[in-house]
């Protein structure tokens, strides 16, 4: 079973970089943990050297990847330049890669401009999360934050890009992309409409899936009612 080690950059008192009140580390964090719930949807396991807004120094996000066995090591990040002078996606390597990283690389770089970013190319950089880790790596820095134009199709193609990396990730892996089943979970809604525990299942349908938040009024309120229908069963 292949595994993983996701590394969101930057984090706590390190915002990366920062445009009108946008933060690196949180599109890159959100981001790279969608990408991360839909792998682990096909089997994948994936570590991650963060998953909250704190900070971990690059030796210890190196150091918690040579800890472990992994097939590769993916490093989330967006991009900035003078603001609203530079666009697109590039893919890092280390200097002289081999196959492996470059091949990853390239998957992940032509995802995302398929997606309509501009192509920026697969670059090498001696990056320290490239140079000190024992896995393939790759450093994907997804749009520049400092330009409005990623920025908006950074937030309305999300889905597509969570899908565009996954899915080159899983190639590279030799695994196929599968759709996600909502069947289940219609059914599951289903019988919570029948039952009166739930009303809108349209908001659930769109909304419980990775990549999706769901507000906490309307899950504390589902939990309450479930709770309710649970104790009037008992009785």
């Not at 969101?8 to 964090?29: M, T």
């Not at 991360?36 to 949807?41: C, G, T, Y």
């Not at 396991?45 to 472990?68: H, M, P, Q, W, Y």
């Amino acid at each position: 079973m292949a595994r993983l080690c996701f590394d969101y950059g930057h984090g706590g008192n390190d915002p990366g970089a920062v445009y009108k009140g946008r933060k690196e580390a949180d599109d890159v964090l959100s981001l790279g943990r969608a990408v991360a719930a839909v792998l682990r949807r096909h089997g994948v396991i994936i570590d991650e050297t963060r998953t909250a807004d704190v900070s971990v120094s690059l030796k210890a996000r190196c150091d918690f990847e040579n800890k472990g066995s992994f097939d590769y090591f993916i490093s989330f990040h967006r991009n900035a330049f003078k603001p609203e002078t530079a666009a697109g996606v590039e893919t890092y390597t280390y200097l002289n890669p081999g196959a492996k990283s470059k091949g990853l690389a390239e998957k992940i770089q032509s995802s995302l401009v398929g997606v309509g970013f501009a192509n920026r190319g697969v670059k090498t950089a001696n990056y320290q999360v490239l140079r000190e880790t024992k896995a393939p790596a790759v450093l994907i820095e997804i749009g520049f934050i400092d330009n409005s134009q990623d920025n908006a199709l950074f937030y309305a193609k999300r889905d597509e890009i969570i899908k565009a990396v996954a899915g080159a990730i899983l190639s590279q892996l030799g695994l196929a992309y599968i759709e996600e089943s909502q069947n289940g979970l219609e059914e599951a809604l289903e019988v919570l409409v029948r039952n009166g525990i739930l009303k809108s299942p349209e908001y659930w349908l769109e909304n419980a899936r990775p990549g999706k938040t769901i507000k906490g009024e309307y899950a504390g309120l589902l939990i309450e009612r479930m709770a309710e229908y649970i104790s009037s069963q008992q009785h």
